[in-house]
């Protein structure tokens, strides 16, 4: 079991973990959060629909 | 910077500035004025689907259907929405909220485009849905209204992002922000792009209505529409979740099990949850099946995975808080004597229950490209969303509402008996109306329509039996679930009319004059609880096997569809 934990038992000349890093910038997030969406979503969803052949 | 002063309500310990304050009370405010008209709306929707009842005529149905849509899934959560992030912001970090006039400009702009889409709905020429498919076209007035809508709120979430980052520059906290806030980045988020995709979608159609556009293709509409209608909804998973979070905090003292734990679900949310609006395209022949897949299955379960340690976290944290008080005996002890008359409590607690139990389950089965086909398009898909969006969303603001009222409004609840109640008859007959609408569904039964029985077609249906029961019991339920909402609607309304006036607590003009203090601290801060929750994890198991038993029915409902050779 892990034992409760506050910021204030770190030590202060601990460097900050990578994804602290990342949770701790809410900009860098909200840049991830609309663009994997829209890559995997939104672009690859249209693209998908505009390769259907025109019927003739 | 403009003079401003900060308030500490003597009941919670929050601190509150004051255009902060007016801001989250009058989007509060409007959010129940939304939920108002879309509750009354209600009754012509259950009223007409009850089929011995079958109240309004097609035209007037179909009007009344796009109206409640729209007042209740945009409308009243999105309002509440920008009311939560700003208390999320500015009152648990205990700064004063970015650009406050921009944020009223935000909040008229909202209120301008919800009053002029109403309008044109009930005008009679735009009964298009919630979803508004091209080609039938609406008025110009409705799709004006939804972007006027959508860029007021998309200011109101950069407002947001301006907050924290003001409470970051005057360092109000201390490491990073609260978990509760965290939750509420994550819906500020998904919020961005739901909104963006709306006005990437909305805008060339409103330009098709006005005739400066000729066409917009109908699958495109479709997919880029998704991506703002079933996203928005996923704004207020992340926003109701965060609520769950804050009402644990606030009655309990709980701390989160683990906080890197619920940060990194979370961040799941960021990245996987907004794919799940691919479910609704399971049926479509233009997207390809690498797509479908991907977006529902691989990636949309990370996002499932999510949402599943939230539901173990958020009791778990309850059952650590109440084994610390000294309830220890047996596994449910803790959760028996928890405060099940407080309706901050039990509203919470009902939502946490049906929307994994009744919303989660259906929205896994439904997000499966096989057993989609079982219910594509019918009743079961607003069953399902009326358990995340009804139970889940509108009862946890409901719970939070409860808190707001001494605190935010300051003013004395009116009618606690009847606020006692009002969880319980609304979130167990919106569980009933949700099973009764899946169980309906499931037999086939089509959502929207106005006439099951399909009276005067060429090609009429006979229904078995048990569709119309569960149909009558869909109206019956319905109308229980709306005398739910219309006693949370005169508890809420009638205390800031009539309840006694309550002590507003000190006035500051002091920048963050008090650290964090009870009962809220623990939603203003930053610590983990462990894991010693056995009662949270013979819940989970319940839910487990509930989970999968009803993954394998619907496979095996689907096998006896199709005969194979």
Redesign the interface.
């Known amino acids: 079991?892990?034992?409760?934990?506050?910021?204030q038992e770190d030590d202060p000349d601990e460097p900050i973990p990578f994804?602290?890093q990342?949770?701790?910038n809410?900009?860098l997030?909200?840049f991830?959060?609309?663009m994997?969406?829209?890559v995997?979503?939104?672009l690859?969803?249209?693209i998908?629909?505009?390769s259907?052949p025109l019927a003739r | 910077m403009s003079a401003t002063t900060y308030r500490t309500c003597p009941r919670s310990g929050l601190q509150f500035e004051a255009s902060a304050e007016k801001l989250m009370i009058i989007n509060a405010v409007t959010a129940v004025v939304a939920l108002l008209v879309g509750g009354i709306l209600a009754i012509g929707v259950v009223l007409t689907r009850w089929p011995a009842v079958h109240w309004l005529d097609a035209d007037t149905f179909y009007m009344v259907l796009t109206a409640h849509g729209i007042d209740m899934l945009i409308f009243w959560i999105i309002f509440f929405e920008v009311a939560v992030l700003y208390f999320c912001s500015s009152t648990l970090l205990r700064c004063r909220l970015a650009t406050p006039k921009l944020a009223w400009a935000a909040y008229v702009l909202m209120l301008v485009g919800a009053v002029m889409n109403n309008v044109a709905v009930f005008q009679g020429g735009s009964s298009v849905m919630m979803t508004s498919y091209v080609p039938m076209m609406a008025s110009s007035w409705f799709y004006l209204g939804l972007i006027l809508f959508a860029v007021g709120a998309l200011i109101a979430c950069f407002i947001f992002f301006g907050t924290l980052v003001i409470a970051k520059r005057d360092k109000t906290y201390q490491g990073s922000v609260p978990l509760v806030t965290f939750g509420a980045i994550t819906a500020a988020i998904i919020a961005v792009f739901t909104i963006t995709s709306g006005a990437i979608i909305l805008i060339p159609t409103w330009l098709m209505s006005l005739g400066v556009v000729q066409s917009v293709d109908a699958l495109v509409y479709r997919t880029i529409w998704w991506a703002f209608g079933h996203s928005s909804q996923q704004i207020n998973v992340a926003a109701h979740i965060s609520i769950w979070y804050a009402v644990a905090a606030i009655a309990f003292g709980a701390k989160p099990m683990s906080e890197r734990v619920s940060r990194m679900a979370f961040l799941l949310y960021i990245l996987f949850l907004q794919l799940a609006s691919a479910h609704h395209l399971l049926a479509d022949p233009g997207v390809s099946t690498a797509w479908k897949v991907v977006n529902t299955s691989y990636f949309m379960y990370f996002a499932v995975l999510a949402s599943m340690i939230h539901g173990l976290t958020i009791p778990g944290a309850i059952e650590v808080a109440q084994r610390a008080k000294g309830y220890n005996n047996g596994l449910f002890e803790w959760l028996r004597k928890a405060p099940w008359g407080n309706p901050v409590f039990s509203g919470m607690f009902i939502a946490l229950i049906g929307f994994g139990f009744l919303g989660g389950i259906s929205g896994v089965m439904m997000g499966t490209e096989q057993l989609n086909m079982i219910i594509h398009n019918t009743i079961y898909v607003p069953g399902h969303f009326h358990a995340t969006v009804v139970v889940g969303t509108t009862l946890s603001f409901m719970a939070l509402t409860y808190f707001l009222i001494p605190v935010l409004f300051r003013r004395e609840m009116i009618a606690p008996t009847l606020a006692k109640w009002q969880p319980y008859l609304f979130g167990f007959s919106m569980y009933f109306f949700c099973l009764v609408m899946m169980g309906a569904g499931t037999l086939g039964v089509s959502r929207r329509h106005w006439d099951m029985a399909f009276s005067g077609a060429a090609m009429a249906y006979e229904w078995p039996g048990a569709a119309y029961l569960m149909m009558g019991l869909v109206g019956m339920s319905g109308v229980a679930a709306i005398a739910g909402g219309a006693i949370y609607i005169y508890v809420t309304v009638g205390s800031l009319l009539w309840g006694k006036k309550l002590d507003q607590g000190a006035v500051s003009e002091k920048f963050t004059p008090i650290p964090p203090t009870a009962p809220t601290v623990v939603a203003q801060s930053y610590g983990s609880a462990g894991f010693t929750a056995p009662g949270t994890f013979a819940l989970a198991m319940v839910f487990l096997v509930a989970f999968v038993l009803y993954y394998f029915v619907n496979w095996k409902y689907l096998s006896t569809l199709w005969g194979l050779a």
């Open positions: 079991m892990s034992a409760p934990h506050t910021p994804m602290q990342l949770l701790d809410p900009f997030l909200l991830l959060g609309v994997v969406p829209m995997v979503y939104t690859w969803g249209v998908d629909i505009l259907v």
